[in-house]
Structure formats: C-alpha cells, structure tokens
C-alpha cells in the first residue's frame, strides 16, 4: 500500500512545500485527505489520476486544506467522468462544495455524495473502515483513522493435497473461501487449508489539531500515524495558542498509540528544511520520519509478521 505526501507544508504554499494533500493508494481507487490548493498539479507530479479518486477526507475549512476542492471537482466534470465520489469532511463543507461549485457554473454529472462527518464510524466498506474523531482546533475539525479489513489466511498446498483435493478449480474455490465436496465424501472447509486471517494496515490522519489524547486511542496500533507538526518545542506556546502541535507533541502521540511509523506533515514555512523536526521527534519515537513533497511511504497490506 502507497501513501504519496503531495503536499506538506501549511498556511500559504511555497516552492520549498505544497499545501496539505495526502494521497493513500489502494489497488483500484485512491483515497485523498484533505485538498490543498495545487493539488492538481502535485496529483500529474505523481502520476496519479484523480479519475481513481474514489473517496476525500477534508480535515477542515482552513482554506490550505480545502481550497484545492472545489479545482479538482471542476476538472472531473471537464473530464467527463461518471465514477460517483464522495466527501467527507466537517460541518460547513456541503454549503462550501454547493456554494463554490454553484458560483463557478460546475455541474458535476456524476454523483457527488457529501457527509458531514461527526464522531460517527463510517459504514463498513468492504474492504476498509474510516472512523472520524473531533480534533481540536478551534473551528470545527477531524481527524480520520483508516483500516484495511482483515486479509485472509494463506493457502496450503500441501494440506489441500493431504486432505486428498485436487489441484485445479476445487483449490480455486477453498482460496475464495468457499466450502466444498468432494465427490463421495465429507465437505470441506476452507479453513482446513487455509492459514489464520491476517491483519490489514491501517492509518491515522490527524488533520490540524493540538495535542490529543484521544486520537491516540482511536488510532491504537496503526502502521503509520500522519500527524501535523507545525512547530518545533521551543514554540510550544505559540503552538498551543494557534491550536497546532509540535513534533515532539505529534511522537507523544505516537508513543500512546504505540503506532509503527510516525511521518510529520504541514510544516510551517518558518522552517527551511526537516531537520529540527526529525531529530525532535526521533528524541521521543525512533521510527519518525518528515517527509518532502512527493515522497512515498509503502506500509506492508495485510501487516507483516515482523511488524
Ligand atoms: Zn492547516
Ligand atoms: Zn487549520
């Protein structure tokens, strides 16, 4: 599983730093939170099609986070396209997408579902879960927590041969999880030939938030915790009046959650590279990273065994 950071920085963009967009790329469709101004263009840097966008999280109404929305709408509608999308975000973003779509003369022909989400868990998909939580930053905001349904357990060969199943289309129908007969005697299940069910990956998003507690409980466990690190420690006040974090505040939350990876985003444009925050955040978690516009991070789907 792909997570593309097309944009890490915050506020206004810049040539160091694009506004806020992460994309996490599942097999046929791509899952954007939230959709900074430029969006569109670090989305062709990528080379990913925003015709594979399926479902975007917007954290909240801050203009760096939601300003590239209404652009990349237009463009899906100038393609032509009939994929349905959905939104989900905080409250105010229906009248946001109604308003800026309505005075911009967009007309989407394909279905456009929108969701105010609150601290409701999204209806199960079948292959992934996204549960929304408050976060705290002044206006209304959230933080998203992402995981991959379980993957099922491996096939065996050898026990299918033992049990006395032929290779060919019986196997086939055991790897789907079906049950079968064999000609003349018992039913067989696929558990007999397969191995226990695997954990999928999974992510938190934090969005823009100050230090929370709670978002280290929903996100207990995560292969990869995507936190907002504005600051480095020495402005912790400054973080805590604007309601952001720092990177030291971002690994606390890491350490809670006892998350495997920490990446640190939307990096304020006081500083000119990474660096004060790795070594800040790595004091505190080891596994930090900061990454640049266009970095990839692969997290392993279903979570291998050394993780
Ligand atoms: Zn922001
Ligand atoms: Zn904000």
Redesign the pocket.
């Known amino acids: 599983m792909k997570i593309v950071f097309l944009g890490v920085g915050?506020g206004m963009p810049s040539i160091r730093r694009a506004l806020?967009a992460v994309a996490i790329c599942l097999k046929r469709e791509i899952l954007l939170f939230d959709a900074g101004e430029g969006v569109q263009l670090q989305l062709q840097h990528a080379h990913l099609s925003l015709q594979r966008i399926t479902e975007i999280y917007i954290s909240h109404l801050?203009g760096?986070?939601c300003l590239g929305l209404p652009g990349l709408i237009s463009t899906m509608s100038l393609l032509h396209r009939t994929k349905p999308l959905s939104i989900i975000g905080p409250q105010g973003i229906k009248s946001f997408i109604t308003n800026t779509l309505e005075m911009t003369h967009v007309e989407p022909k394909f279905s456009l579902k929108v969701k105010e989400g609150g601290k409701a868990k999204l209806p199960e998909q079948s292959q992934y879960s996204v549960e929304t939580l408050p976060a705290h930053h002044g206006v209304p905001a959230l933080s998203f927590v992402l995981r991959m349904a379980e993957v099922q357990g491996q096939f065996n060969p050898e026990k299918a041969i033992h049990i006395g199943v032929p290779r060919g289309p019986l196997w086939k129908k055991l790897q789907q999880g079906r049950s079968i007969r064999l000609a003349g005697t018992r039913i067989i299940h696929p558990s007999e030939v397969l191995g226990p069910s695997r954990k999928g990956a999974s992510i938190a998003y934090s969005g823009?938030t100050k230090f929370n507690p709670e978002l280290a409980a929903a996100a207990r466990g995560v292969s990869l915790l995507i936190h907002e690190a504005t600051y480095t420690n020495e402005l912790k006040e400054k973080a805590s009046e604007n309601l952001h974090s720092t990177a030291a505040q971002a690994a606390e939350i890491a350490v809670l959650a006892k998350a495997r990876q920490l990446a640190l985003i939307?990096i304020s444009p006081r500083y000119e590279n990474n660096l004060q925050h790795e070594q800040e955040a790595r004091g505190i978690f080891q596994q930090s990273v900061v990454p640049n516009d266009l970095d990839v991070i692969e997290i392993s789907h279903p979570v291998s065994k050394e993780d």
């Open positions: 915050c806020p801050h760096d986070h823009d939307h």
